[in-house]
């Protein structure tokens, strides 16, 4: 979920691009096209790029690998698929300058970096930035160095851990999870 420059809130929800007015409406803005493959899927995380237009992935409700997508929704409600085969979208992060994206697909136990076209909105040279091993926690969004913005939550944490900005290397401690429009038991994602 995130503001909208006319107002409201615009929502990865679902399987939907939704609008959110202040007076409790929603309209549909556009539906990403997916396989008919019968596979069920739902909107899992989403963030807005530097230029304000939402990114979102989806995942299956039964964890099917690589039924998941990253979308990309433009300010005119066009979609357009970022990345295909992913399973558990659950993370999106920028570099301050706008210029790398960092996205963590789950179950690869890893955080991965993308070169970002801030100008097109589009994604290239996939690496490996960050991975987590067996027992470890999972990233839920990748930290940056943005003045210690950015987050880092377990798989079904019940606390965020945000870095402490005295430090070069990210240490973390617990807050508790609080949110004004969606409490949740099992937090997966946030960002401050």
Same mark, same amino acid.
């Given at each position: 979920m995130a503001p909208r420059a006319s107002g409201g809130l615009v929502a990865a929800a679902g399987?939907?691009?939704?609008?959110?007015?202040?007076?409790?409406?929603?309209?549909?803005?556009?539906?990403?096209?997916?396989?008919?493959?019968?596979?069920?899927?739902?909107?899992?995380?989403?963030?807005?790029?530097?230029?304000?237009?939402?990114?979102a992935g989806t995942m299956a409700y039964d964890l099917t690998e690589g039924a998941g997508s990253l979308y990309r929704l433009d300010p005119d409600g066009t979609v357009v698929?970022?990345?295909?085969?992913?399973?558990? %979208?659950?993370?999106?992060?920028?570099?301050?300058?706008?210029?790398?994206?960092?996205?963590?697909? %789950?179950?690869t136990r890893r955080v991965d970096v993308f070169d970002y076209d801030i100008a097109a909105g589009t994604l290239s040279g996939r690496r490996p930035f960050a991975g987590f091993g067996e027992g470890e926690s999972r990233t839920a969004s990748p930290w940056t160095p943005r003045a210690g913005s950015g987050s880092? %939550?377990?798989?079904?944490a019940k606390c965020a851990r945000s870095p402490r900005r005295a430090s070069r290397t990210p240490s973390w401690r617990s807050r508790p999870p609080t949110s004004p429009v969606a409490p949740s038991r099992d937090l997966t994602s946030t960002s401050w």
């Open positions: 399987t939907d691009f939704l609008n959110l007015t202040e007076t409790g409406g929603r309209s549909l803005i556009a539906t990403p096209v997916t396989a008919d493959d019968g596979v069920r899927r739902r909107m899992n995380d989403a963030k807005c790029d530097p230029r304000g237009r939402l990114l698929t970022l990345l295909d085969s992913v399973t558990i %979208s659950n993370g999106l992060g920028w570099s301050p300058d706008g210029r790398l994206l960092y996205f963590a697909d %789950s179950p880092r %939550s377990g798989a079904r």
